[in-house]
Structures are given as structure tokens and as C-alpha cells.
């Protein structure tokens, strides 16, 4: 079975901060896809990012890194620069690679770390 | 291109009535996902539909819940005699398949069983 866990339950951080969102997941599988989502306090999840299996390489988007290791299972996020708009619950999930016709590609995601960022 | 869109967006109802929600995907986007989140967790899957066919339900679908997208398009999520249990936000994702593993979802129903 999957599982995704999100160790950190809250982190504080005051703005211009750097923080790291940790997630560690399980699989049995040996092709997947990482998520990281976003949920501000509007209550719609934003997609952020995806990650293959198969592509270990570090992605920058502006502010936002991604930390893709697979000898430790683990795909974290950190936020550069941290600015109020930040705040928000962020989601890692993990879904199955589709496989004709096994797998819908549904996600299993992680509790979720609560971001605040103080002015 | 208009996103996922459900509605109501929120319900109140007594415990025992029944509800329906419904779900409009991004036009085009043939994967119909449902999922459930309570507070403070993150979302659960309920069932997934390939156009008009159902194809997974997760065991948290017990016999009160029932789905359907028609035509392949629009899906309606039914519960029937509701329970305190079934407060949550209810959320619906679309994508296209094959290609696309991203979901995009919709803002969610928030229903409250008192």
C-alpha cells in the first residue's frame, strides 16, 4: 500500500525566511509520480508540482525547489524567500504511473503541513 | 478554459436526509476523480470515473454513497442518510488522460450533518 507522511505539522516562519516542507513516502512500486499541492485558506487545492520517478533532477520555479532523493523516499519542498501569501496547508501525494489499465492514478495523500508567515 | 466547478459549494443538512452534489471537469478532461477530506487531513479517494465508466471505489464508499457521471461529463456524488461521520469538504479533480497525471480540482462542498 502507499502512504505518504508529512512529519511537520505546523511551521512558523516570519517573512523572508527560507523553510523546507518535508514528505517521505512508500511504495511498492517502482514507477510513480510525486505532487506537491496547495491549499490556501480559499480551500481549492493548487497542483505545483509533478514528479517522475525515474527524473531525480532538483527543480527551481522562482521561489520554489524541489528535493527529489529516492535512496531515502523522500521529495521536499522548500520556499525561498517566504512571503505572507505563502501561508497555506501544502500536500505532498503519490500516485501509481498509469499501466494500461491497472492503475487510475489516484492520489494517497500526506496530512499536510500548515505554513504560517508572519509579516 | 473555465476550471472544476461544484456545486453546492455548501450544505447543511439533518442527520438521516439525503444529498446530492455535483461536479462539472474542465471541458475535455476525460478522468473524473471524487475525494473526501475532514479537518485537519488531507484528502481521501472515493472513486474514479474513465468517462462515463466507473472504474475504482475505495472501501470509505460504503453503500449510502453512490456516484454517477452520465454521458461522461458532469458527475453527481449521492449520499444517502447521512450521518454525523459524513461531514467533510468533498472534493471532485479532473485530468486528461494519457498523458496528463496532474489533477485539477475543484473547490469542494462542504457539507455539515447536524
Known amino acids: 500500500a502507499q502512504k505518504v507522511t508529512q512529519a511537520q505539522t505546523e511551521i512558523s516562519v516570519v517573512e523572508k525566511e527560507d523553510v523546507t516542507l518535508d514528505c517521505v513516502y512508500e511504495t511498492r512500486d517502482t514507477t510513480y509520480y510525486l505532487f506537491w499541492y496547495k491549499q490556501p485558506p480559499s480551500g481549492e487545492l493548487v497542483f505545483l508540482i509533478r514528479?517522475?520517478?525515474?527524473?531525480?533532477q532538483n527543480e527551481i520555479s522562482g521561489r520554489y525547489s524541489w528535493n527529489f532523493q529516492k535512496s531515502t523516499s523522500s521529495f521536499n519542498f522548500t520556499i525561498t524567500a517566504s512571503q505572507v501569501v505563502d501561508s497555506a496547508v501544502y500536500f505532498c501525494?503519490?500516485?501509481?504511473?498509469?499501466?494500461?489499465?491497472?492503475?487510475?492514478?489516484?492520489?494517497?495523500f500526506g496530512q499536510g503541513t500548515i505554513l504560517t508567515v508572519h509579516p | 478554459d473555465t476550471g472544476v466547478s461544484q456545486d453546492p459549494r455548501h450544505k447543511i443538512t439533518k442527520r438521516g436526509q439525503n444529498v446530492t452534489f455535483r461536479c462539472d471537469p474542465i471541458?475535455?478532461?476525460?478522468?473524473l476523480y471524487w475525494y473526501r477530506q475532514t479537518l485537519g487531513q488531507g484528502p481521501e479517494f472515493l472513486t474514479y470515473?474513465?468517462?462515463?465508466?466507473?472504474?475504482?471505489k475505495s472501501r470509505l464508499l460504503s453503500d449510502r454513497f453512490s456516484a454517477e457521471r452520465p454521458k461522461g461529463s458532469f458527475s453527481t456524488l449521492e449520499i444517502q442518510r447521512t450521518e454525523q461521520g459524513d461531514s467533510a469538504m468533498y472534493l471532485c479533480?479532473?485530468?486528461?488522460?494519457?498523458?496528463?497525471?496532474?489533477?485539477?480540482f475543484g473547490p469542494g462542498t462542504r457539507l455539515t450533518v447536524t
Open positions: 471541458s475535455e478532461h476525460n478522468r
Open positions: 470515473f474513465q468517462n462515463e465508466a466507473q472504474l475504482e
Open positions: 501525494a503519490l500516485s501509481e504511473a498509469y499501466a494500461g489499465g491497472t492503475s487510475y492514478g489516484k492520489l494517497t
Open positions: 479533480a479532473s485530468s486528461l488522460r494519457p498523458d496528463s497525471y496532474e489533477q485539477y
Open positions: 514528479r517522475n520517478s525515474f527524473d531525480e
